[in-house]
């Protein structure tokens, strides 16, 4: 098993850039989610999905849109993106909400 | 806003036990404990999680006091591997979701 795999691993956006990041998991998983981490700080949600065709706002989704057509993939899109969206993003996956999550290695985004 | 409460750093000497302590006075009857780690940036790593038991698996112990407002994640011999940030951290359940609040972790230094 791969796990849960993000692309790109690094980007570099100008202001105003839209981009998809891209997370699939080969594990079955029903929950998905994406989450931020600004330097030094903790991790944020944004995003998550309990299944297929079914997703919700987590605590700082503005800026930010997800889709979930396949239990697999769960690609996080920014429309405009700010200075403000400069952070890592992880996304996670789980089985159901009693097991710990698995979280792939992290996209290196930088607004500019 | 994160429902727990870490030292900010510790240091623990290589083959000795690490005692990572962990406050969550607020905590509910419900809700769980879990503790993940995070090696320089990666993708965090579930450990261990509970409810009211203590709970042992090949990577730690969970120490959880009767009142359930404290914790303590026991690495019984440290290894200089063992350097990250670890993070205490509440199930908070909201609606249909069972949410994770993160808060800022305790870096922990194991030295040879």
């Known amino acids: ?112 | 806003d994160a429902k727990t409460t870490q030292p900010p750093s510790m240091d623990c000497a290589e083959g000795r036990a690490a005692n990572l302590p962990c406050n969550h006075s607020t905590i509910s009857g419900n809700e769980y404990v879990y503790w993940y780690r995070q090696i320089h940036s990666q993708g965090p790593q579930y450990i261990i999680h509970g409810l009211k038991n203590n709970e042992t698996n090949e990577m730690a112990s969970l120490i959880i006091t009767e009142d359930r407002k404290s914790s303590t994640l026991i690495l019984p011999h440290a290894t200089l591997r063992d350097t990250a940030v670890y993070y205490c951290i509440v199930r908070v359940n909201a609606g249909n979701n069972r949410k994770l609040i993160w808060g800022l972790g305790t870096s922990l230094a194991v030295n040879p």
Not at chain 1, 4 to 12: E, G, L, N, W
Not at chain 1, 65 to 76: A, G, H, K, Q, W
Not at chain 1, 99 to 112: A, D, N, W
């Open chain 1, 1 to 112: 098993n791969a796990g849960v795999t993000q692309t790109p691993k690094f980007r570099i956006l100008k202001i105003g850039q839209s981009m998809t990041l891209q997370c699939t998991q080969d594990m079955n998983h029903n929950y998905m989610y994406w989450y931020r981490q600004d330097p030094g700080m903790g991790l944020k949600l944004i995003y998550y999905s309990v299944g297929a065709g079914i997703t919700d706002k987590g605590e700082v989704p503005n800026g930010y849109n997800v889709s979930r057509s396949t239990t697999e993939d769960f690609p996080l899109r920014l429309e405009l993106a700010a200075p403000s969206q400069t952070s890592v993003y992880f996304c996670a996956s789980r089985q159901n909400p009693n097991y710990g999550y698995t979280f792939g290695s992290g996209t290196r985004l930088t607004v500019v």
